[in-house]
Protein backbone atom coordinates (compact mmCIF):
# COMPACT_ATOMS: atom_id res chain seq x y z
CA UNK A 1 0.00 0.00 0.00
CA UNK A 2 1.18 3.03 -0.96
CA UNK A 3 1.96 6.01 1.46
CA UNK A 4 2.24 9.97 1.77
CA UNK A 5 5.34 11.16 3.08
CA UNK A 6 5.54 14.32 5.56
CA UNK A 7 8.42 15.92 5.88
CA UNK A 8 9.44 18.02 8.98
CA UNK A 9 11.53 20.32 7.47
CA UNK A 10 13.22 23.82 7.34
CA UNK A 11 16.42 22.66 9.60
CA UNK A 12 17.73 23.95 7.54
CA UNK A 13 15.92 25.07 4.04
CA UNK A 14 18.80 24.25 2.15
CA UNK A 15 18.97 20.72 3.79
CA UNK A 16 14.71 19.93 3.21
CA UNK A 17 15.50 20.94 -0.83
CA UNK A 18 18.51 18.58 -0.71
CA UNK A 19 16.03 15.86 1.00
CA UNK A 20 13.31 16.52 -1.33
CA UNK A 21 15.68 16.09 -4.64
CA UNK A 22 17.45 12.68 -3.14
CA UNK A 23 13.82 11.33 -2.78
CA UNK A 24 12.57 12.84 -6.41
CA UNK A 25 15.74 11.62 -8.10
CA UNK A 26 15.91 7.79 -6.09
CA UNK A 27 12.38 6.95 -6.62
CA UNK A 28 11.96 4.52 -9.61
CA UNK A 29 9.16 6.40 -11.53
CA UNK A 30 8.91 5.97 -15.15
CA UNK A 31 6.38 9.33 -15.02
CA UNK A 32 5.17 11.97 -12.96
CA UNK A 33 2.28 9.91 -11.53
CA UNK A 34 4.88 7.40 -10.30
CA UNK A 35 6.25 9.59 -7.46
CA UNK A 36 4.78 9.53 -4.20
CA UNK A 37 3.04 12.33 -2.48
CA UNK A 38 4.85 14.35 -0.39
CA UNK A 39 4.26 17.21 2.37
CA UNK A 40 6.80 19.41 3.57
CA UNK A 41 6.45 22.28 6.01
CA UNK A 42 9.94 24.10 5.71
CA UNK A 43 9.61 26.15 9.12
CA UNK A 44 12.89 28.01 9.09
CA UNK A 45 11.88 29.60 12.25
CA UNK A 46 12.64 26.05 14.18
CA UNK A 47 15.12 27.43 17.31
CA UNK A 48 18.88 26.17 16.33
CA UNK A 49 18.90 22.36 18.01
CA UNK A 50 22.41 22.93 18.85
CA UNK A 51 22.12 25.67 20.78
CA UNK A 52 19.06 24.59 22.39
CA UNK A 53 21.08 21.53 23.44
CA UNK A 54 24.32 23.25 24.71
CA UNK A 55 23.61 26.21 25.99
CA UNK A 56 20.15 26.98 26.80
CA UNK A 57 19.02 28.60 23.62
CA UNK A 58 15.13 28.59 22.55
CA UNK A 59 13.47 25.17 22.93
CA UNK A 60 12.77 24.16 19.05
CA UNK A 61 10.37 21.43 20.21
CA UNK A 62 6.69 23.90 20.46
CA UNK A 63 7.91 24.65 16.48
CA UNK A 64 8.50 20.93 15.90
CA UNK A 65 5.08 20.02 17.35
CA UNK A 66 2.85 22.35 15.12
CA UNK A 67 4.96 21.48 12.24
CA UNK A 68 3.76 17.69 12.96
CA UNK A 69 0.42 19.24 13.43
CA UNK A 70 0.20 20.26 10.12
CA UNK A 71 1.70 17.49 8.57
CA UNK A 72 -0.68 15.42 9.88
CA UNK A 73 -3.58 17.35 9.66
CA UNK A 74 -2.66 17.03 5.77
CA UNK A 75 -2.43 13.05 5.66
CA UNK A 76 1.01 12.10 6.16
CA UNK A 77 1.29 8.47 7.38
CA UNK A 78 5.00 8.55 7.47
CA UNK A 79 7.24 11.06 8.81
CA UNK A 80 10.70 12.18 8.27
CA UNK A 81 13.29 15.03 9.29
CA UNK A 82 16.10 16.53 7.10
CA UNK A 83 18.14 17.48 10.51
CA UNK A 84 20.19 14.88 12.58
CA UNK A 85 20.68 17.06 15.72
CA UNK A 86 16.86 17.24 15.83
CA UNK A 87 16.73 13.49 16.12
CA UNK A 88 17.69 14.46 19.86
CA UNK A 89 13.75 15.52 19.93
CA UNK A 90 12.49 12.30 18.38
CA UNK A 91 11.25 9.87 21.28
CA UNK A 92 9.20 13.49 22.40
CA UNK A 93 7.93 13.79 19.03
CA UNK A 94 6.92 10.31 18.60
CA UNK A 95 5.28 9.94 21.96
CA UNK A 96 2.74 12.72 20.49
CA UNK A 97 2.64 11.38 16.93
CA UNK A 98 0.17 8.62 16.04
CA UNK A 99 2.53 8.32 12.90
CA UNK A 100 5.39 6.89 12.57
CA UNK A 101 8.94 8.64 11.85
CA UNK A 102 12.03 6.86 10.26
CA UNK A 103 15.11 7.86 12.24
CA UNK A 104 17.99 9.22 10.21
CA UNK A 105 20.77 7.80 13.17
CA UNK A 106 19.06 4.30 12.70
CA UNK A 107 18.80 4.31 8.87
CA UNK A 108 22.32 5.48 9.14
CA UNK A 109 24.09 2.80 11.19
CA UNK A 110 22.47 -0.21 9.07
CA UNK A 111 23.82 1.62 6.39
CA UNK A 112 27.29 1.61 7.92
CA UNK A 113 27.11 -2.03 8.82
CA UNK A 114 25.52 -2.90 5.30
CA UNK A 115 28.22 -0.77 2.99
CA UNK A 116 31.53 -0.82 5.51
CA UNK A 117 31.49 -3.98 7.17
CA UNK A 118 34.48 -4.53 10.10
CA UNK A 119 35.89 -0.42 8.74
CA UNK A 120 35.84 2.28 11.24
CA UNK A 121 33.46 5.28 10.40
CA UNK A 122 34.03 8.76 11.46
CA UNK A 123 31.34 10.75 12.75
CA UNK A 124 31.50 14.03 11.07
CA UNK A 125 28.25 16.37 12.90
CA UNK A 126 27.74 19.43 15.01
CA UNK A 127 28.68 19.64 18.67
CA UNK A 128 24.70 19.58 19.40
CA UNK A 129 24.70 16.32 17.79
CA UNK A 130 27.99 14.87 19.13
CA UNK A 131 26.70 15.76 22.49
CA UNK A 132 23.35 13.78 22.63
CA UNK A 133 25.12 10.52 21.46
CA UNK A 134 22.52 10.05 19.08
CA UNK A 135 24.69 8.56 16.17
CA UNK A 136 27.22 6.78 19.12
CA UNK A 137 24.19 4.97 20.19
CA UNK A 138 22.80 3.99 16.85
CA UNK A 139 26.33 2.67 16.06
CA UNK A 140 26.82 0.70 18.76
CA UNK A 141 23.55 -0.70 18.45
CA UNK A 142 24.64 -1.72 15.08
CA UNK A 143 27.84 -3.12 15.99
CA UNK A 144 29.93 -0.34 13.64
CA UNK A 145 33.30 0.51 14.86
CA UNK A 146 33.42 4.18 14.98
CA UNK A 147 35.58 7.59 15.66
CA UNK A 148 34.34 11.54 16.87
CA UNK A 149 36.29 14.49 16.10
CA UNK A 150 38.50 15.53 18.86
CA UNK A 151 38.07 19.58 20.21
CA UNK A 152 39.52 20.99 17.54
CA UNK A 153 38.18 19.38 14.52
CA UNK A 154 34.80 19.63 16.00
CA UNK A 155 35.59 23.82 16.41
CA UNK A 156 36.93 23.43 12.62
CA UNK A 157 33.48 21.29 11.68
CA UNK A 158 31.28 24.20 13.44
CA UNK A 159 32.87 26.59 11.29
CA UNK A 160 32.10 24.85 8.14
CA UNK A 161 28.55 24.34 8.65
CA UNK A 162 27.23 27.64 10.38
CA UNK A 163 29.87 30.32 8.94
CA UNK A 164 30.48 27.81 5.44
CA UNK A 165 26.93 26.29 4.38
CA UNK A 166 24.37 27.83 6.53
CA UNK A 167 25.49 31.17 5.48
CA UNK A 168 25.76 30.76 1.81
CA UNK A 169 29.83 31.29 1.82
CA UNK A 170 31.93 30.31 -0.74
CA UNK A 171 33.31 26.60 -0.91
CA UNK A 172 36.72 27.50 -0.88
CA UNK A 173 36.49 29.76 2.61
CA UNK A 174 35.98 26.23 4.19
CA UNK A 175 37.66 23.79 2.26
CA UNK A 176 41.33 24.10 4.66
CA UNK A 177 38.85 23.28 7.95
CA UNK A 178 36.85 20.65 6.14
CA UNK A 179 40.23 18.73 4.47
CA UNK A 180 41.73 19.13 7.54
CA UNK A 181 39.34 17.85 9.93
CA UNK A 182 39.57 14.63 7.11
CA UNK A 183 42.96 14.13 7.14
CA UNK A 184 43.28 14.41 11.23
CA UNK A 185 40.76 11.20 11.57
CA UNK A 186 41.96 9.10 8.78
CA UNK A 187 45.83 9.68 10.54
CA UNK A 188 43.89 7.94 13.38
CA UNK A 189 41.97 4.79 11.33
CA UNK A 190 38.64 6.22 9.97
CA UNK A 191 38.16 4.52 6.91
CA UNK A 192 34.98 6.42 5.80
CA UNK A 193 33.06 9.38 7.17
CA UNK A 194 29.67 9.75 8.48
CA UNK A 195 28.02 12.71 7.12
CA UNK A 196 26.20 13.76 9.98
CA UNK A 197 24.67 17.06 9.63
CA UNK A 198 22.68 17.71 6.33
CA UNK A 199 24.70 20.41 5.84
CA UNK A 200 27.88 18.64 5.25
CA UNK A 201 26.99 16.73 2.03
CA UNK A 202 26.27 19.75 0.47
CA UNK A 203 29.62 21.02 1.31
CA UNK A 204 31.69 17.85 0.04
CA UNK A 205 29.38 18.33 -3.34
CA UNK A 206 30.73 21.84 -3.16
CA UNK A 207 34.01 20.99 -2.78
CA UNK A 208 33.80 17.37 -4.79
CA UNK A 209 35.65 15.85 -1.98
CA UNK A 210 35.97 12.33 -2.98
CA UNK A 211 36.68 10.18 0.02
CA UNK A 212 34.51 7.22 0.97
CA UNK A 213 30.91 8.47 3.02
CA UNK A 214 27.44 7.25 4.14
CA UNK A 215 25.34 10.46 3.31
CA UNK A 216 22.72 10.01 6.26
CA UNK A 217 19.92 12.31 3.99
CA UNK A 218 20.20 9.61 0.86
CA UNK A 219 20.00 6.76 3.40
CA UNK A 220 16.82 8.91 4.61
CA UNK A 221 15.64 9.49 1.30
CA UNK A 222 16.00 5.17 0.73
CA UNK A 223 14.30 4.23 2.89
CA UNK A 224 11.28 6.75 3.20
CA UNK A 225 10.91 5.29 -0.53
CA UNK A 226 10.67 2.01 0.27
CA UNK A 227 8.46 2.35 3.56
CA UNK A 228 6.47 4.31 1.18
CA UNK A 229 5.56 1.63 -1.02
CA UNK A 230 7.59 2.26 -4.01
CA UNK A 231 11.01 1.15 -5.17
CA UNK A 232 14.42 2.97 -5.56
CA UNK A 233 15.88 2.78 -8.99
CA UNK A 234 18.86 1.64 -9.50
CA UNK A 235 21.99 3.42 -10.57
CA UNK A 236 23.38 2.55 -13.92
CA UNK A 237 27.24 2.43 -14.07
CA UNK A 238 28.40 4.17 -17.22
Known amino acids: ?3 ALGILGGMGP ?3 VDLFHKIVAMTDAACDNGHMR ?3 DCNAAIPDRTAAI ?25 LIMPCNTAHYFLPRL ?12 AVTAAACA ?6 TAAILATRGTLATGIYRDALLSASVPFLEPDEAERDALMRVIYQGVKAD ?3 ETYRADLEGVIRGLQARGAGYFILGCTELPLAFSALK ?9 SELARAAILQCGYQVRVQRLC
Request: glycine fraction near 6%; charge should be positive.
Open 114 to 119: RLFPGK
Open 38 to 40: IYI
Open 54 to 78: LSGGRDPLPYMRESLQKLLSCGAEL
Open 169 to 171: APA
Open 1 to 3: MKK
Open 14 to 16: MAT
Open 209 to 217: LSCPVVDPT
Open 94 to 105: QAESPVPFLSMP
